[in-house]
């Protein structure tokens, strides 16, 4: 029920608006240019309660906000040194993916693997799975 009146009378959306703005604005309540496409695709989801949920309680929303006032460097050095490193990786993707960083070794990294996407050498779908 994505449509329900989420806060003070505001719908869901809305609220992520004002959110997600409040997170990532500096002092003069504006969202730096370099955030701008990750800012818009956020407030774009198809699932705005779920987004406002990840902004309350996600640890890549808080890296996201110290990104946006410069208490950490927007780089992958500074995302591969964070504390919280799985956050930092799926935030590294999202930011990657919306060219506020250049494509990474890291981002090549599927959940719970070694580091690195295997690459086959068949064309064997069979291969390709990893089913045999």
Do not use: F, Q
Request: net charge positive; with cysteine.
């Amino acid at each position: 029920m994505e449509d329900k009146l989420y806060i003070r009378g505001y719908c869901a959306r809305c609220t992520l608006e004002r959110r997600t703005d409040e997170l990532l604005a500096d002092s003069s309540g504006i969202v730096p240019s370099t955030l701008a496409a990750v800012r818009d695709a956020i407030v774009a989801t198809s699932a705005p309660r779920t987004a406002l949920n990840w902004l309350r309680k996600g640890a890549g929303a808080a890296i996201l906000a110290a990104l946006a006032r410069g208490d950490v460097a927007l780089t992958h050095e500074a995302l591969d040194a964070h504390p919280t490193r799985r956050a930092a990786d799926y935030l590294r993707a999202v930011l990657v993916a919306h060219d506020v960083l250049p494509h990474h070794r890291a981002t090549n990294r599927w959940p719970g693997s070694s580091g690195k996407l295997r690459t086959c050498s068949s064309g064997s779908p069979s291969e390709r799975t990893g089913a045999r």
